[in-house]
């Protein structure tokens, strides 16, 4: 049976999960704009899923995909960076830095599975 609606994808649900996680590690950092970079990025990961899933053509789901892929990356750059500015620990951002990955290759399976 298809997936029928985006919330079943696996990959949406990791990508909110991930948002969640990094809500909740950033909620105290006192720098406004890295903390609205990020958490923006981060939102852009899922809704790249479900605006692309809702799309009429598998192209067009191809295409919001790879926006999604590219926002994944925007946030792992962003959490190697929070690394170096000591807004993480190291430890903290290792593990987001792999769900980010993690997410990552999901997004290009989905990809492939499209081809």
């Known amino acids: 049976m298809a997936i029928q609606k985006f ?3 696996i990959v949406w649900q990791k990508a909110q999960d991930f948002s969640v996680a990094i809500y909740s590690e950033f909620k105290n950092n006192k720098d406004f704009s890295f903390n609205d970079q990020i958490k923006r990025a981060s939102i852009s990961i899922s809704n790249n899923i479900a605006e692309g899933f ?3 053509s598998n192209p067009d789901f191809k295409r919001f995909l790879y926006f999604s892929l590219a926002s994944n990356s925007e946030v792992r750059s962003m959490l190697y960076l929070a690394i170096r500015l000591n807004f993480l620990p190291e ?3 290792k593990k987001l830095i792999d769900s ?3 997410i990552a290759r999901m997004i ?4 492939k599975s499209l081809k």
């Open 7 to 9: 919330e079943d994808l």
């Open 54 to 56: 809702d799309r009429s």
């Open 91 to 93: 430890e903290s951002a």
């Open 100 to 102: 980010s990955n993690e």
């Open 108 to 111: 290009f399976g989905l990809i």
